[in-house]
């Protein structure tokens, strides 16, 4: 069979849109020979006789205030990126913590109420009797919840004094650190 193959796409359904198949074409014996058309020669084809030029128009005056704006606000924006990139593991782990205090308060342990209630008034009474002192402010009322906590939770409290007591240690010993090598700088300037 002399012809040619012609590539067809049939035009129907959805899921036969891209369904293809062949159909083979022959020339009719008594039909006279005919010259093939040329890609190129088709107007559909047909390519633009002058050459394009890409143009770049000139900025406008409010084009160039944005640009200008944009410029001068980019540190502060990316300032506030970095600190929000920072800022917000923290934040979702605040958030996961008052979920997780929400639930354990909905499924409370029996006496923890009443006990709260305890070390709360413990708070209140130290602060009515801190009253005219700003340190005793500081002291009492920490000190007075510490205290009634500790008699509900007393393995709690031995944990929390150790490890209290070893940081106070250790910024205390710092902080002697730093006196000491100040005292040493200042004293050496003064006898040389």
């Not at 602060?127 to 402010?137: D, E, P, Q, V």
């Not at 944990?159 to 002697?176: A, H, I, M, T």
Request: a positive charge; proline letters at 7%.
């Amino acid at each position: 069979m002399a012809g040619r193959v012609v590539i067809q796409r049939s035009v129907g359904p959805a899921s036969l849109s891209l369904l293809t198949f062949k159909v083979y074409a022959s020339p009719k014996k008594d039909s006279p020979h005919k010259t093939s058309v040329k890609v190129n020669e088709l107007s559909l084809y047909s390519v633009p006789e002058s050459p394009s030029k890409y143009v770049d128009e000139p900025r406008t005056q409010l084009e160039e205030s944005i640009s200008h704006i944009r410029h001068y606000c980019e540190p502060y924006t990316s300032w506030c990126q970095e600190m929000y990139s920072q800022t917000k593991p923290k934040m979702q782990s605040l958030v996961q913590w008052g979920l997780d205090s929400y639930e354990y308060l909905q499924n409370a342990p029996p006496g923890f109420f009443p006990r709260l209630g305890v070390i709360g008034f413990a708070g209140i009474l130290g602060l009515l009797l801190a009253r005219g002192s700003k340190i005793k402010k500081l002291v009492y009322p920490p000190g007075f919840m510490g205290l009634a906590a500790s008699l509900y939770y007393p393995q709690q409290a031995i944990v929390f004094v150790q490890v209290s007591g070893e940081k106070l240690y250790d910024w205390g010993l710092r902080g002697y650190i730093v006196v000491e090598d100040l005292w040493k700088e200042n004293f050496q300037k003064l006898h040389s």
